[in-house]
C-alpha cells in the first residue's frame, strides 16, 4: 500500500478543498439557451434585414440615378431628332432652290443661244446689206449694241446662276456634314440609353429579389418574435422560471402564445419533391426507416420517431416517440458532466414527463419542448459533444421514475439552488411534502462553511460584491436600473398585487400604468412615498443581510420623502421580469437590490430558476463527491422513492421552437408518409416532402 507524505496529504488536501470550491462557485451558463437562440436568430435576421433594406435603399437610389441620366437623354435624343427634322427641311429647300435655279439656267443658256444665232445670222450678210437695211445710222448703232448688251447680260446672269449654285452645294454640303454630326450624336445617346435601360432592368431584378428576401426576412423576425413573446409571458408566470432556460422542469399547461397554429378550415398540403401530392384534411404523419427525420421550419432539427402535422392539435409539428428517446433530446444538463449527474437529471426529466403523460398534458400532446416544460432538442443531444455519456444515462435508468405517496409527483429542477432550496409552500409549487426546503451544498459538512479571509461563506457577503471573486461568482448582476425604470417596476408590483396579473411595457407604458393606477383609485408609488430615497430587500429570515437558514426575498421596501411602502418581494420580481428590457430578469427568488446612487439601482441574484426542488449544480457537485444517483434523487425530494414505471404509450411533443406554417422533412432513408392511419406513400431518402398550412 502506497504511503503519502505528510507534505503530500496536505498537497491533495488543498487540491481537493480547491476543487470543491472551483465546483461549488462555478457558474457555467447552461440557461436561457431558447432565450439566446431566438435573440442571435433575430439578431442574425434583422443584421441581414438592414443589409438588404441598405441594398434596396443603394439600388433605388442608383435606379432613381439611371432614370435621371434616362431622362436628360431623352430630351437630348428629342433635341437632336428635332435638329435632324430641321436640318432635313432646310435641305429640302436647298434642293428645291437648286432645281429652280438649274431651270432658270437653262432657260438662259436657251435664250443666249438664239441671241448668238441672231448674231450669227447678222454677221453673215454683207456689210453693205446690213447698213441698207438700216433705216437709220442710228438704229444701226443700236442693233449692233443691243447683241453686245444682251450678251454681257445672259454672261453676268450665267455667272450669277453659277455663283448661286455653288453656295447651294457648299451649304448642301455643310448641312449633311451636320446631319452626320446629329446622326452619330444620336448613335450615341441611343447606345447610352440602351446601356441604361439595361441597368434599369437589372436593378428591377435585384429590387424584386431584395424585397422578397426582405418579406422573407421580416416574416421570420415576426415568428421569432411571437417565439419571445411567449417567453415574455413565461416571465409573468407566478411559477417564474427563467425565461427560455435551461433546468427549469416547472410546467404549469398554461398557454403556449405565439406557437400555437391560428384556427384553419383549409387543408394541409404535401409536397413531394417540390411537386403537390396531396391536399388532406386528416393528420399526416411522417417517420424514416432508420428513425431519423429531419425538420425545417424556423429552425432546423433532427428528431427520433414520427412527426404528426394536424390543425386541430394546437401545435405545427408533433414528436410522437418512446419515453426515452424523447430523453435523449433532454437539452438541461451538459453531458459532459459526472455521469451520476447524468442519471439523476433523466430520472427526473422522465418523471417530470411521467407526470404531464398521467395527470397534466395540453390535450392532443404531453409537452412542450421548451422550459416550459422541459427543454427539448431532439437527435442533437446525443450526436453532439460527450452525447454517448448523456444517452448511457438514460438507456441505464430505463423505466426508473420517482414515486411520492403512490403517485408520480412533478419532479421539479432549476439550474442552481444557490446554497438552499425553497419549498413548494414557499415557491406556490404546491404543498407536496417531497417538495422540501433543503440547504443546497455540494459537499458534506457544514452548510455555512466560510472560505479565505474575508469571511466570506457561500451565503454571507459583506462590502463591495465585486471586491471579492468567490462571492462575486455566486451571484449574477442584472444590469443597471434608472430611478425612472425602478418606478415602473414597483408601479407594476403594486398593479400586480392588486389585480394579481401583469402587462409589458408594450402593453402599457410606464405613464399608462401609473395612471391606470390613478384612474383604480390605487395610488402610485410616487404619490405613495413622493422622492424615493432608498429601496431594500429584506429576506424571509428577516432583514437585508443574509444568515444562516435564508431561503428567499421575502419584501421590498422603498423609502421616500413621504413615508414608506412595503411590497411582495415576488411581485417586484415578476413585474421587473416583465417590464425590463428584454435580456434582464431576476432569474432567482433570491435576490438582492443594491443602491448606486440616487438615481441608479444595482439587482444581483443567486442561484437560477424557482430554486424547488433538484438543483443540477448541486447534483453535478454531489455526484463529483461519489454520491450515486439514487442518494441524490433521494436527497433532493423529500421521502420519494426511485421505481420502475412504464406508463405503456409513446409521448407527444409540441415542436414549438422549429415549427411554423411550412416546413420541410428529409432523411437519410426511405420516408413513409400516412394520412390518418392509412399509408399513402414511400419517399425515397433525401426527397423533401414540404408541408404547409393552408
Known amino acids: ?42 439578431s442574425q435576421k434583422q443584421q441581414e434585414l438592414n443589409r438588404i433594406l441598405k441594398d434596396i435603399q443603394a439600388i433605388s437610389s442608383s435606379n432613381a440615378s439611371v432614370s435621371s441620366k434616362l431622362s436628360e437623354l431623352k430630351k437630348e435624343k428629342n433635341k437632336l431628332n428635332t435638329l435632324l427634322g430641321v436640318m432635313n427641311a432646310d435641305l429640302k429647300l436647298l434642293e428645291d432652290e437648286t432645281k429652280a435655279q438649274e431651270s432658270e439656267l437653262v432657260g438662259l443658256a436657251n435664250t443666249y443661244s438664239l441671241q448668238q444665232a441672231l448674231f450669227y445670222v447678222d454677221s453673215q450678210k454683207n456689210l453693205l446689206v446690213t447698213l441698207f437695211e438700216a433705216p437709220s445710222l442710228s438704229n444701226l448703232l443700236d442693233r449692233l449694241l443691243y447683241y453686245n448688251v444682251q450678251t454681257q447680260s445672259m454672261r453676268r446672269q450665267r455667272e450669277l446662276i453659277t455663283i448661286k449654285n455653288e453656295a447651294i452645294t457648299a451649304r448642301k454640303a455643310l448641312i449633311a456634314q451636320e446631319q452626320a454630326s446629329i446622326q452619330k450624336s444620336l448613335s450615341i445617346v441611343s447606345q447610352q440609353m440602351a446601356t441604361l435601360e439595361n441597368q434599369q432592368a437589372t436593378y428591377a431584378a435585384s429590387l424584386i429579389k431584395s424585397y422578397s428576401q426582405r418579406n422573407s426576412l421580416v416574416s421570420d423576425i415576426s415568428k421569432l418574435s411571437r417565439a419571445a413573446q411567449a417567453i415574455i409571458n413565461k416571465k409573468a408566470s407566478s411559477s417564474s422560471n427563467p425565461p427560455g432556460g435551461v433546468g427549469s422542469g416547472s ?16 387543408a394541409i398540403s404535401i409536397f413531394v419533391g417540390g411537386t403537390l401530392f396531396k391536399k388532406t384534411n386528416g393528420v399526416v404523419r411522417v417517420n424514416s426507416a432508420n428513425n431519423e427525420v429531419k425538420l425545417k421550419g424556423i429552425w432546423t432539427t433532427e428528431y427520433a420517431g414520427t412527426l404528426e402535422f394536424n390543425k386541430k392539435s394546437g401545435a405545427y409539428a408533433i414528436n410522437d416517440l418512446p419515453l426515452d428517446q424523447y430523453l435523449w433530446g433532454l437539452a438541461e444538463m451538459p453531458s459532459s458532466w459526472p455521469l451520476e449527474a447524468l442519471k439523476v437529471q433523466a430520472v427526473a426529466g422522465r418523471t417530470y414527463a411521467t407526470y404531464k403523460m398521467r395527470y397534466g398534458g395540453y390535450g392532443k400532446y404531453d409537452l412542450v419542448d421548451y422550459v416550459q416544460d422541459q427543454e427539448y432538442s431532439g437527435l442533437s443531444k446525443i450526436k453532439g459533444s460527450y452525447g454517448s455519456n448523456w444517452k448511457s444515462a438514460v438507456d441505464s435508468t430505463s423505466g426508473m421514475v420517482l414515486e411520492y405517496g403512490g403517485k408520480t409527483p412533478i ?17 406556490g409549487f404546491g404543498s407536496g411534502g417531497y417538495l422540501a426546503a433543503k440547504a443546497d451544498r455540494y459537499l458534506s459538512g457544514s452548510v455555512w462553511t466560510s472560505y479565505g479571509s474575508v469571511n466570506c461563506g457561500y451565503w454571507i457577503i459583506q462590502g463591495n460584491y465585486k471586491n471579492f471573486p468567490w462571492c462575486g461568482q455566486t451571484l ?41 393606477l390613478s384612474a383604480y383609485g390605487k395610488r402610485s408609488i410616487q404619490e405613495q412615498v413622493g422622492t424615493i430615497t432608498d429601496i431594500k430587500h429584506v429576506y424571509d429570515q428577516g432583514g437585508s443581510t443574509i444568515v444562516q437558514g435564508t431561503k428567499y426575498t421575502k419584501y421590498v421596501v422603498v423609502t421616500g420623502s413621504k413615508g414608506t411602502v412595503t411590497l411582495s418581494g415576488t411581485a417586484f420580481k415578476v413585474s421587473y421580469n416583465v417590464r ?12 438582492d437590490i443594491k443602491k448606486i446612487n440616487n438615481d441608479n439601482w444595482e439587482l444581483w441574484t443567486r442561484g437560477f430558476g424557482h430554486r424547488v426542488g433538484m438543483g443540477q449544480y448541486g447534483a453535478k457537485g454531489r455526484a463529483g463527491i461519489g454520491q450515486d444517483y439514487v442518494f441524490i434523487l433521494k436527497y433532493y425530494y423529500n421521502n420519494a422513492n426511485v421505481v420502475q414505471y412504464n406508463i405503456g404509450r409513446n409521448v407527444r411533443v409540441a415542436l414549438t421552437k422549429v415549427g411554423s406554417r411550412v416546413m420541410k422533412v428529409t432523411a437519410k432513408s426511405e420516408i413513409s408518409i400516412y394520412d390518418g392511419g392509412t399509408l399513402i406513400k414511400k419517399v425515397p431518402a433525401n426527397t423533401e416532402i414540404r408541408i404547409e398550412y393552408n
Open 1 to 42: 500500500m502506497l504511503k503519502l507524505s505528510g507534505m503530500a496529504k496536505i498537497i491533495i488536501v488543498v487540491f481537493l478543498i480547491l476543487l470543491a470550491v472551483t465546483i461549488i462557485f462555478k457558474q457555467t451558463p447552461l440557461y436561457a439557451i431558447t432565450q439566446q437562440q431566438i435573440e442571435q436568430q433575430k
Open 580 to 591: 425590463a428590457p428584454y435580456y434582464n430578469a431576476v432569474y432567482s427568488t433570491l435576490y
Open 251 to 266: 410546467g404549469n399547461g398554461g398557454s403556449i402564445g405565439g406557437v400555437t397554429v391560428p384556427a384553419t378550415s383549409g
Open 476 to 516: 449574477q448582476s442584472e444590469g443597471i436600473n434608472t430611478m425612472a425604470r425602478m418606478q415602473d417596476y414597483l408601479n407594476g408590483a403594486i398593479y400586480y398585487g392588486i389585480y394579481g396579473k401583469m402587462v409589458t411595457t408594450s402593453e402599457v407604458s410606464a405613464s399608462s400604468l401609473k395612471a391606470k
Open 411 to 427: 419532479a421539479y429542477y432549476s439550474a442552481d439552488n444557490g446554497g438552499h432550496s425553497v419549498s413548494g409552500t414557499e415557491s
